[in-house]
């Protein structure tokens, strides 16, 4: 097997791990700036992209992309 085939061969699996990790990143930035973790209110306020939204993308994108069909 190619140099290549092993570079691609789980990276679902690292994508994941990487989504992850910068959802536990925003968290953290959210908890040192706020001083809170999760808004609800925040997540369906105008305009988009809060801290929470954010961190609710990567962290679905992340869990989606761990799954294994």
Not at 7 to 29: F, G
Not at 41 to 58: G, M
């Amino acid at each position: 097997m190619g140099w290549r085939a092993e570079l691609t061969k789980k990276w679902r699996a690292r994508l994941s791990t990487v989504t992850l990790i910068l959802a536990l990143i925003v968290l953290i930035d959210e908890l040192v700036k706020e001083g809170y973790s999760v808004d609800p209110h925040d997540i369906l306020a105008w305009p988009p992209f809060t801290h929470e939204q954010l961190f609710l993308l990567l962290l679905v994108l992340g869990l989606l992309l761990g799954l294994r069909r």
